[in-house]
């Protein structure tokens, strides 16, 4: 799969836990300014205060990757797209989708596959392409982490499509994202930013 796929695939398997991660965090913000009445001396204000603008920024970018979702999926249009909807932001199974849609359960993976493709355009549109958002959710680690299985999930099924085919397995993948992005370096484990 293409890398542009695997972060609009990335970015959906993201989005059910996005309003539980807002809330957690805005419970830590709201914990931080409760404790932070104790706070007397300057450095700890400052401690308090670095915690919860870390908070809010990443409060604010999960509201911008959710919204960015939303909107590519607004202004998008097609059966691949609304499937595809169906199937990550309601999470309805496979024989739900072959029903509702009636096609069969191969017709609907490629609905999926050009629903993902489709996706992904409209998100370059909006002006994220995979630099972007990489630099935009790099150091998010529900990302991350979702990057993760995404592509523990594309290696397996390349290697079971070249097994059937000559036995070899698919070592692609993205750009470790330790490397250079937008002038931050990540640590090999993708969570805390060196330098």
């Known amino acids: 799969m293409e890398d ?20 957690a965090l805005t419970e830590c913000v709201e914990d931080c300014v409760a404790n932070g ?10 401690r308090l205060y670095e915690r919860i603008y870390s908070y809010e920024r990443r409060k604010v970018g999960v509201y911008n990757m959710k919204y960015l979702i939303e909107e590519a999926f607004r202004r998008g249009s097609g059966v691949a797209l609304s499937l595809l909807k169906e ?18 359960l191969r017709t609907c993976y490629r609905y999926i596959k050009k629903g993902l493709a489709e996706l992904a355009a409209e998100m370059e549109k909006l002006g994220y392409d995979k630099k972007k958002i990489l630099c935009e959710y790099g150091d998010e680690q529900l990302f991350l982490t979702m990057l993760n299985r995404v ?41 805390a930013q060196r330098g």
């Open 37 to 46: 009445f104790y706070a007397i001396f300057p450095n700890d204000q400052l």
């Open 151 to 191: 592509i523990k999930e594309d290696d397996a099924e390349n290697a079971q499509k070249q097994e059937g085919e000559s036995g070899a397995i698919n070592s692609r993948r993205l750009p470790p994202l330790y490397r250079f992005y937008c002038g931050q370096t990540f640590s090999a484990d993708g969570r």
């Open 4 to 23: 542009r796929l695997l972060l609009a695939k990335t970015l959906l398997k993201c989005y059910p836990h996005l309003d539980d991660l807002y809330a």
């Open 87 to 104: 199937k990550y932001l309601y999470d309805r199974a496979m024989s739900e989708l072959t029903l509702k849609y009636q096609v069969s």
